[in-house]
């Protein structure tokens, strides 16, 4: 029941509307060489914005996490989404300064909600392959949460599963530093990265986020509820939580709690919306 009143009251302060982007408006992407210029100086004269897209525990109908999104805030262009520049920034290498930035920008931004006294709730930040892969990964995020002050309990780092599999001795190293500092861990589109859940037994992880494409379909698709399912099933038998991802409509929901999923995410609560609008549209759901 509090979770519908929470999908109400999202829905009341018509903040619940989809993102739309600006449509870039010159017809030829620029190069990659001339975008990669504008990126590297997008990330030092503070062009890049994060937005913050919250995640719903069902049993309590309370937020519990804010997943951070970047986008980029062209001066020209308007605002960017990610599926437009990340590739790049992996490809040049920016992933790693970028990466740090949205770490450190959401470190700040919970530190001031802290002192705020308002959004009590953790931080998930994503994680790229590359700076996963990156061997001074750890010792920069450690470093990062130092120099700002937040209390890694609250936050979360979002790591695909084909990221986590590609060094195995080495992330079980990295997870174990991480976890030990008191971050959590979540397998971000849980499902379609890797199909080998041996990992699971050794990895140190918190949360299995099932992805967008299986849930999109559970109302109308037999092998998409039977694999959602199954995957909740996993979640449970390790004792983790499970992030139903891309929750969109109703009867999604209803679907998601007979298969006693425990936490969502999607459009059906919120996008990812700014700073200002998560604080306008859930203050209003701290310290129940
Ligand atoms: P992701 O981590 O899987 O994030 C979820 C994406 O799904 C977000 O797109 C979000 O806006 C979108 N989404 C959430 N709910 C719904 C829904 O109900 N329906 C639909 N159709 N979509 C939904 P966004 O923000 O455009 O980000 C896309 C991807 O870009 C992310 O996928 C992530 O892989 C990457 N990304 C975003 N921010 C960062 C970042 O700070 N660092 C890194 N390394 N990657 C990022
Ligand atoms: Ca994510
Ligand atoms: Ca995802
Ligand atoms: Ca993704």
């Known amino acids: 029941k509090q979770a519908d009143q929470a999908l109400q009251a999202a829905k009341q302060t018509g903040k619940n509307k989809l993102v739309t982007y600006h449509p870039v408006l010159s017809p030829q992407p620029a ?33 519990i996490c804010l997943e951070a999104l970047v986008r980029w805030n062209h001066p020209k262009l308007g605002m960017i989404p ?9 490809e040049s290498g920016l992933i790693l300064p970028l990466g740090e930035w949205v770490l450190r920008e959401a470190c700040l931004q919970k530190v001031r909600w802290l002192e705020a006294g308002i959004l009590d709730y953790q931080v998930a930040v994503n994680v790229s392959p590359c700076q996963f892969q ?12 130092e120099q700002t002050g937040i209390n890694p309990a609250y936050l979360e780092f979002e790591i695909t599963e084909s990221s986590i599999m590609q060094n195995m001795e080495n992330t079980i190293a990295v997870l174990e530093k991480l976890c030990k500092k008191g971050i959590s861990i979540s397998i971000d589109d849980f499902g379609i990265g890797y199909s080998s ?7 140190p992880i918190h949360c299995l986020k099932i992805d967008r494409s299986f849930v999109k379909n559970i109302h109308s698709n037999k092998d ?16 983790v ?21 425990t936490t969502i ?7 990812p919306v700014s700073v200002y609008e998560i604080e306008q549209s859930f203050h209003q759901y701290d310290n129940r």
């Not at 859940?197 to 990895?203: A, D, I, R």
């Not at 139903?244 to 998601?256: M, N, Y």
């Open 31 to 63: 190069s990659s060489v001339e975008m990669e210029t504008e990126l590297r100086k997008a990330i030092l004269e503070n062009q890049l914005i994060l937005y913050y897209q919250p995640r719903l525990e069902l049993s309590t109908g309370k937020i």
């Open 82 to 90: 990610p599926n437009e520049f990340i590739p790049l920034a992996e």
């Open 134 to 145: 990156d061997e001074n990964f750890s010792d920069k995020a450690i470093h990062i949460i």
């Open 197 to 203: 859940l041996n990992y699971l037994k050794h990895f």
């Open 224 to 239: 998409d509820l039977a694999i959602t399912n199954a995957i909740i099933h996993l979640g449970h038998a390790l004792n």
């Open 241 to 261: 939580q499970v992030v139903a991802e891309g929750v969109e409509e109703l009867s999604q929901l209803e679907i998601l709690r007979e298969t006693t999923c």
């Open 265 to 271: 995410q999607g459009y059906l609560l919120s996008p």
